[in-house]
């Protein structure tokens, strides 16, 4: 019993320790959600231009076995329906998430695998896209597999502010999995470890808050250390970030989950969407971070957008930029970006018309690859804005600032904001109605610099707009109020002279 208790206390104190790092390599921040795409396309996408622009990791959609929705035809929030624990979806079947994951890992660009576990499919009438078949009268999900004696009673979350029902309750009318027995925290730990093997550095826990703190902690604490032989160091705990919307005052804190994992961060996405949309003062900025109610930096990752709330659903839908918003939106990115605050995230799309509008796909439901323009940019129905050069750009900024702090803030009281990091970058904000034109201090040394925002270096050269930084790190900064992107930013791996 005593050799238990001590396992048991080293199994915390590991979980406690190791899952708020997303094992990045050196040089390297930042996660792009590849929504919806294809395992091979996610693999090329680590090669030819995620690890080359220095990318962190990509956080892929749910790879488990999804139910076969065809009213509406195929939408995105079938992959949030399980069938099964098979991986076999429309992104690919097992071979390729393998092959995937371990072509990522070997460029340095680590996997987050989006996984879901509070729930299965509601609807099974088409069945599995692997071919597995469910009965959701009868609660059997023989490919897994489970029966109704593995699921929370049926009822409907009616009290928003019960967070018995929010925990116990059908979500969305899902069935709802209990994670207090023993058969079913089993099944998900071996289908999280079977990823685990395959190289992932981690999970986006969807749904966490609809689950109770004290199962999670179970389930996360009984998961396998990182493979080694995937580059991972001995003894490395996967990541963890958890869904919890907090933000209505629902009866339940995002401060439960805190010390189990990070939490994705409504409020920030909803709080930044509202500022860079002109409702608030920039100059407000200068106090971002926990004084604004946010859980510590390590423990929050942070977003401008993501699946759910750019289509309107959830928190925040009247105040969340999408890449529909154009330089307000990129905006917004630049600043989550070049801030010291938080695990950005960055949102890569394809174009949608309506809340449920699934991924480009042909007529039989198969997922349309992106093709990459001369330009760079994303066609056949993707818009992949980690590709826009003013966010791509903005992942080289951050790494080239990585260790300094906020050291030098300025701004107008108004809409105009300008930071330096240490002296490694300067950047510098203007949503006024008039162009920002004046000498301003960069905190750089000596050199010409390319504005990473408009172009980018190439041989030497810069694409787009330059900067003549002094001895006294002064320089002449202009961004104009409208017709660019309302930014400048500059770091010393921009230098060209």
């Given at each position: 019993m005593q050799a238990a208790f001590l396992l048991a206390l080293v199994g915390n104190a590991l979980?406690?320790?190791?899952?708020?790092?997303?094992?990045?390599?050196?040089?390297?921040?930042g996660i792009v959600q590849l929504f919806e795409w294809k395992w091979n396309d996610i693999g090329d996408e680590c090669e030819r231009f995620l690890a080359?622009?220095?990318?962190?990791?990509?956080?892929?959609?749910?790879?488990?076995?999804?139910?076969?929705?065809?009213?509406?035809?195929?939408p995105w929030w079938e992959r949030y329906q399980p069938v099964s624990?098979?991986?076999?979806?429309?992104?690919?079947?097992?071979?390729?998430?393998?092959?995937?994951?371990?072509?990522?890992?070997?460029v340095g660009v680590r996997i987050y695998a989006d996984v879901v576990f509070n729930q299965m499919a509601a609807t099974t009438q088409h069945g599995g896209g692997g071919g597995s078949t469910a009965d959701v009268?009868?609660?059997?999900?023989?490919?897994?597999?489970?029966?109704?004696?593995?699921?929370?009673?049926?009822?409907?979350?009616?009290?928003?502010?019960?967070?018995?029902?929010?925990r116990n309750c059908r979500l969305y009318g899902l069935p709802d999995l209990n994670q207090k027995s023993e058969w079913v925290r089993d099944r998900i730990m071996h289908f999280l470890n079977k990823l685990i093997i395959y190289g992932v550095a981690g999970f986006r826990v969807d749904a966490a808050k609809h689950m109770w703190p004290g199962d999670l902690q179970a389930i996360?604490?009984?998961?396998?250390?990182?493979?080694?032989?995937?580059?991972?160091?001995?003894?490395?705990?996967?990541?963890?970030?958890q869904v919890v919307v907090d933000m209505s005052g629902d009866g339940i804190s995002k401060h439960e989950y805190t010390a189990l994992g990070t939490i994705t961060e409504f409020r920030y996405s909803d709080t930044i969407g509202y500022i860079f949309s002109g409702q608030q003062r920039l100059?407000?900025?200068?106090?971002?971070?926990?004084?604004?109610?946010?859980?510590?930096?390590?423990?929050?990752?942070?977003?401008?957008?993501?699946?759910?709330?750019?289509?309107?659903?959830?928190?925040?839908?009247?105040?969340?930029?999408?890449?529909?918003?154009?330089?307000?939106?990129i905006m917004a990115t630049a600043f989550m970006l070049a801030h010291t605050y938080g695990i950005p995230r960055v949102m890569s799309s394809y174009n949608f018309?309506?809340?449920?509008?699934?991924?480009?796909?042909?007529?039989?439901?198969?997922?349309?690859?992106?093709?990459?323009?001369?330009?760079?940019l994303c066609a056949n129905g993707w818009v992949c804005e980690h590709r826009m050069n003013p966010i791509a750009n903005m992942i080289g900024f951050r790494n080239a600032v990585a260790g300094t702090e906020i050291n030098y803030w300025v701004d107008n009281g108004r809409y105009q904001v300008a930071f330096c990091r240490g002296n490694q970058?300067?950047?510098?904000?203007?949503?006024?109605?008039?162009?920002?034109?004046?000498?301003?201090?960069?905190?750089?040394?000596?050199?010409?610099?390319?504005?990473?925002?408009?172009?980018?270096?190439n041989e030497g050269v810069c694409t787009g707009y330059t900067i003549e930084v002094d001895t006294n790190g002064l320089a002449r900064i202009y961004v104009a109020a409208f017709g660019g992107y309302g930014v400048l930013a500059v770091h010393v791996g921009a230098r060209i002279q």
């Amino acid at each position: 019993m005593q050799a238990a208790f001590l396992l048991a206390l080293v199994g915390n104190a590991l979980l406690v320790s190791g899952q708020f790092d997303p094992h990045w390599w050196p040089g390297r921040s930042g996660i792009v959600q590849l929504f919806e795409w294809k395992w091979n396309d996610i693999g090329d996408e680590c090669e030819r231009f995620l690890a080359p622009m220095g990318f962190g990791g990509v956080q892929i959609s749910p790879p488990t076995e999804n139910s076969i929705i065809l009213d509406p035809f195929r939408p995105w929030w079938e992959r949030y329906q399980p069938v099964s624990y098979y991986l076999n979806t429309r992104s690919g079947n097992e071979a390729e998430f393998a092959q995937m994951v371990r072509r990522c890992n070997a460029v340095g660009v680590r996997i987050y695998a989006d996984v879901v576990f509070n729930q299965m499919a509601a609807t099974t009438q088409h069945g599995g896209g692997g071919g597995s078949t469910a009965d959701v009268t009868r609660l059997s999900y023989p490919a897994v597999p489970y029966n109704a004696s593995d699921f929370n009673v049926n009822c409907q979350v009616d009290d928003k502010s019960n967070p018995i029902e929010q925990r116990n309750c059908r979500l969305y009318g899902l069935p709802d999995l209990n994670q207090k027995s023993e058969w079913v925290r089993d099944r998900i730990m071996h289908f999280l470890n079977k990823l685990i093997i395959y190289g992932v550095a981690g999970f986006r826990v969807d749904a966490a808050k609809h689950m109770w703190p004290g199962d999670l902690q179970a389930i996360y604490s009984s998961l396998s250390n990182l493979a080694q032989n995937h580059g991972f160091p001995q003894n490395a705990r996967p990541f963890i970030t958890q869904v919890v919307v907090d933000m209505s005052g629902d009866g339940i804190s995002k401060h439960e989950y805190t010390a189990l994992g990070t939490i994705t961060e409504f409020r920030y996405s909803d709080t930044i969407g509202y500022i860079f949309s002109g409702q608030q003062r920039l100059s407000d900025l200068s106090t971002w971070g926990p004084a604004w109610g946010f859980p510590p930096s390590e423990r929050t990752l942070v977003f401008v957008d993501n699946q759910v709330n750019q289509r309107g659903h959830g928190p925040g839908k009247g105040h969340v930029l999408t890449y529909k918003d154009g330089k307000n939106y990129i905006m917004a990115t630049a600043f989550m970006l070049a801030h010291t605050y938080g695990i950005p995230r960055v949102m890569s799309s394809y174009n949608f018309n309506n809340g449920d509008h699934g991924p480009p796909s042909d007529l039989n439901g198969n997922i349309i690859s992106p093709t990459i323009t001369p330009d760079g940019l994303c066609a056949n129905g993707w818009v992949c804005e980690h590709r826009m050069n003013p966010i791509a750009n903005m992942i080289g900024f951050r790494n080239a600032v990585a260790g300094t702090e906020i050291n030098y803030w300025v701004d107008n009281g108004r809409y105009q904001v300008a930071f330096c990091r240490g002296n490694q970058g300067f950047i510098v904000f203007n949503l006024e109605v008039a162009d920002l034109d004046q000498i301003m201090q960069t905190c750089l040394p000596a050199g010409k610099y390319c504005d990473v925002i408009t172009g980018k270096v190439n041989e030497g050269v810069c694409t787009g707009y330059t900067i003549e930084v002094d001895t006294n790190g002064l320089a002449r900064i202009y961004v104009a109020a409208f017709g660019g992107y309302g930014v400048l930013a500059v770091h010393v791996g921009a230098r060209i002279q």
